[in-house]
């Protein structure tokens, strides 16, 4: 269906709208209400280099979120961060990672300060001392991860659910929650069109309770009752690492066209578990070919991966 556009790349463009970014955000954080405005937002960039001072030691630190908001208010004032981290796959360390990338985001604005103050003479030994006045303020970050997997997430969703703590030492470590999205099991309000054909066609994709034939059939009754975007349907694709490219007006893909190239996928991703196994019991390669019904290059890669030799 064209080149292979990296899923992140194809989630950020996709994301990058400030009316589907904000929309997000009202349905994850205020049930709905539109509290976020699409004007309030403004771009900022996605690369956190930043250097953490750890006792006597400093270390460089380079933390990319998949993408970064700075929310306003009407009267121009900034009050909080937002960001999305894209996951298709269970990341078990995911609470780890975003405790990280959201500490990265207050040690950047602190950093601000200091280079604000550096030459400032008027400061208490205490503010001195802190790089930053008494009534100075960070702005609260938040960060969501949205999971595109299939199957449920079965990882931590805080910082506890990944440490080994004795009950009795538990009160005394804090903890650090994880605000997580997944796709497929989520009663999120959407006011945005293009989000809830997004969030629409990803549960199509993924009911389990639909044979190939069924989701065919609703995927066409959905577009034939829908104007799908045709970013929606990249993005789609991106989550499914279907290879896609952008397209004339006339040229669209379909949604139904896009569902017959999923399954077709997921036909080839069965057949290379096929041949991942057959390489693990040590079957002849004419054996796997016929068996996994992939080219015989394929199968040599894959035996390379599981560091294999083949008869």
């Known amino acids: 269906m064209g080149r292979?556009?990296?899923?992140?790349?194809?989630?950020?463009?996709?994301?990058?709208?400030?009316?589907?970014?904000?929309?997000?955000?009202?349905?994850?954080?205020?049930?709905?209400?539109?509290?976020?405005?699409?004007?309030?937002?403004?771009?900022?960039?996605?690369?956190?280099?930043n250097v953490l001072e750890l006792g006597d030691r400093q270390e460089s630190i380079t933390a990319a979120r998949d993408l970064f908001r700075v929310l306003k208010t009407a009267m121009g004032v900034e009050f909080a961060l937002v960001g999305i981290e894209n996951q298709d796959k269970v990341h078990y360390a995911m609470p780890i990672r975003v405790l990280n990338l959201d500490a990265y985001a207050y040690d950047r604005q602190w950093k601000r300060l200091k280079q604000k103050y550096k030459d400032e003479k008027e400061m208490t030994e205490d503010e001195y001392l802190s790089h930053m006045r008494k009534e100075d303020r960070f702005l609260p970050v938040v960060t969501v991860v949205i999971y595109y997997g299939e199957k449920a997430w079965d990882g931590a969703k805080d910082l506890h659910g990944?440490?080994?703590?004795?009950?009795?030492?538990?009160?005394?470590?804090?903890?650090?929650?994880?605000?997580?999205?997944?796709?497929?099991?989520?009663?999120?309000?959407?006011?945005?069109?293009d989000n809830r054909d997004l969030f629409?066609?990803?549960?199509?994709?993924?009911?389990?309770?639909?044979?190939?034939?069924?989701?065919?059939?609703?995927?066409?009754?959905?577009?034939?009752?829908?104007?799908?975007?045709?970013?929606?349907?990249?993005?789609?694709?991106a989550t499914n690492h279907i290879k896609i490219e952008?397209?004339?007006r006339k040229e669209r893909i379909k949604v139904c066209t896009l569902f017959e190239e999923i399954a077709k996928d997921s036909k080839i991703e069965a057949n290379i578990?096929?041949?991942?196994e057959m390489i693990r019991n040590n079957e002849p390669i004419e054996k796997i070919i016929k068996y996994s019904r992939l080219p015989k290059e394929t199968v040599l890669e894959l035996q390379k991966q599981e560091g294999m030799q083949l008869v």
């Open 4 to 49: 292979n556009l990296k899923p992140d790349t194809v989630l950020k463009e996709y994301w990058g709208n400030n009316e589907r970014f904000a929309d997000f955000f009202n349905a994850v954080l205020f049930g709905g209400r539109e509290v976020i405005k699409a004007e309030q937002l403004q771009e900022r960039d996605t690369e956190e280099s």
């Open 273 to 276: 578990e096929t041949a991942k």
């Open 246 to 248: 952008k397209t004339s």
């Open 162 to 193: 990944v440490l080994d703590i004795p009950d009795e030492i538990k009160p005394f470590v804090g903890n650090y929650p994880m605000h997580l999205v997944e796709v497929v099991d989520n009663k999120l309000r959407f006011r945005n069109v």
């Open 200 to 237: 629409q066609l990803l549960n199509l994709v993924y009911n389990a309770s639909l044979d190939k034939k069924e989701r065919l059939k609703k995927a066409q009754e959905y577009e034939d009752s829908h104007t799908v975007d045709e970013d929606v349907v990249r993005a789609l694709a």
